[in-house]
């Protein structure tokens, strides 16, 4: 099953055309790490899958259900306001900046959404909570706020915040971007161990060996354009496009 469908998405900043006919297919359990330079248009194609940013052109399917297709005057139209957020829900979104509510505990930043936007129970989602700071390594700072928490730990309550909706996909962008060099590690294990358990995800990001060693896929964008794809082996060894090649070699 194919948990995400992109068919020729078009995005433009006034009159700056930042994806140029993406088309993108991930397939349910699949990993994909999404690389290229700075600009690229990386983050804008995983805002625009989750609505943060809407599309001009082209059409979105989450799990087979549309959520933007393209009208008769060739614009993308979206489905309505409550089915939009029922898809949206589908999907769990980790960003650069952790973006934790600065006067709520650990524990609070992970049951705010599901208490207000799913309407469970506190006494039902504090266990779950828990759990899922069981799996991050931070159950022992459930009662810390984030300015007492490390860099690599508050992202880490950010995969678990996001989890705590139960997402059937996760997108990362670029989440270990804003971290010292030694925290990157406990973020990306924590990663590596959502890969181990067969979740989708789409990963945008800069660290190449994560990419090598966790994805399925590899998705090279550049200037708008998915310049080259295919398994990491291929594209970190034998990359076929001048671009992909130039990019690699700046990098490794």
Known sequence: MNMIRLKNIHKSFNHLEVLKGISLEVAQGEVVAIIGPSGSGKSTLL????RLETIDRGTIYIEDEVLASEGADGRSQYVHENKAREICCKMGMVFQQFNL??????????IEAPIMVKGIKKDVIIPEAEELLRK?????????????????QQQRV????????????MLFDEPTSALDPELTGEVLKAMRQLAQ????????THEMAFAREVAQRVIFMDNGDIVEEGPPEQIFTQPTQTRTQAFLKSML
């Open 47 to 50: 805002r625009c899958l989750n």
């Open 101 to 110: 509510f600065p006067h709520m505990t650990v524990i609070d930043n992970i």
């Open 136 to 152: 991050v390594g931070l159950f022992e700072k459930r009662n810390s706020y984030p300015s007492r928490l490390s860099g690599g």
């Open 158 to 169: 950010a995969i678990a915040r996001a989890l705590a909706m139960k997402p059937d996909i």
């Open 197 to 204: 358990e067969h979740m989708t995800m789409i990963v945008v």
